[in-house]
């Protein structure tokens, strides 16, 4: 096969770290490593770095610094949120409302709290998987202390109306959180003007470092900790700072909103004809999510009469990293849950691919993606003896 270059179009999985942030971390590994709960001025360099990195997370979001805790990711803050809330509050009410679309990092905690005696309404979407804030409202009760919606999926992209849900929320007195895990960099975010709560953010989704992520909680928020321990994170979040990490995250969130519509700009024009290529050149493919109100860089499609990973596995061959809705990795074919609540059938979501780009793209990697996808799809149906039964050569009957 020789040299073959990576086409990475995978950028809502993770995203390589730019070497601007790198540059940026590299000290706090070296003479910067003291710890920054001690008095002596390398432990000082420590502090004012975090400190540092806080004013660019807050700047970010339109938040006070002081309202900024770092954690290790995704999974902690909306852990943390979800957790931090109940239980704290569980005196007002025990009902949650969340959506059937999150990311499991919510979904998960929710059910686990529902053993623990909470009540949670997960929200249906609609075909594109947009929630609808008056469906939202009518599921609020006298007991509804939290409404968690993601800000956007990260499957299928869609991004949720959140300030008129957090709008809702106000107006209840319910705290709100939402996982932006997929938004920062991509969406202009304001936690003020959009009644956000609590909203959680995770480094690796924006080309900083895995393992580093934060939670924005307002001020006056009743939150329990997650964490115990020692009193780092002004006594909410335990645990020796991850300084290179937080540094990295503060760099990385910095150059990520500097051009939100510049940047977006750029990528939307490659996923656009990416899209337009593929449904063109291979008949039976439909395009999930929302086509308007989706993040700049993902393209989700179904082809009809194949399987997802069968797809994955030839796309790699041919140095093309990309995703599936399909997980049968565990034998277990089981479909994923975002393309289910749209209401796509069982079988064309097992045909389903997710190619999100990104920083690591050129207009190159669209056309290779372009010249080897219709072949890839051509030989699996080629195979597939439901498309030999369907008889279909066109058209579209999804
Ligand atoms: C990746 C992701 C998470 C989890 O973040 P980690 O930092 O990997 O724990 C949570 N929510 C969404 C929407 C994500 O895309």
Known sequence: MGAQRIIYMDHSATTFVKPEVVTAMIPYFTEHFGNPSSIYSIARE????????RVQTAKALGADPDEIYFTSGGSESDNWAIKGVAYANRKRGNHIITSAIE????????????????????LPVDQYGLVD?????????DKT???????ANNEIGTIEPIAELGAIARKHKIYFHTDAVQAIGSVPIDVKAQNID??????????????TG??????????????HGGGQERRKRAGTENISGIVGLGKAIEMVTADIPGHSAKIRAMRDRLVKGVLAAIPNARLNGNPEKRLAGN??????????????LWLDDEGICASTGSACTSGSLEPSHVLLATGLPVE????????????????????VVLEVLPKVVAKLRDMSPLYQKSGKEGGCNV
């Open 348 to 367: 064309i979501s097992h045909g389903s691919l997710r190619l999100t780009l990104g920083d690591a793209n050129t207009d190159k990697d669209v056309d």
């Open 46 to 53: 420590s502090k004012n770095a975090i400190d540092a990195a």
């Open 145 to 151: 202390i939290l409404i968690t919606i993601m800000y």
């Open 214 to 227: 934060a939670l924005y909680i307002k001020k006056g928020v009743r939150i329990e900790n997650l964490i």
């Open 133 to 141: 804030p008056a469906v939202l409202e009518k599921a609020i009760t």
């Open 299 to 312: 393209f989700n499609v179904s082809f009809e009469f194949i399987e997802g990973e069968s797809m994955l």
């Open 198 to 211: 609590l909203l959680s953010l995770s480094a690796h989704k924006f080309y900083g470092p895995k393992g």
């Open 103 to 122: 990311h499991h990092a919510v979904l998960h905690t929710c059910q686990f709290l529902e053993k623990e005696g909470f009540e949670v309404t997960y």
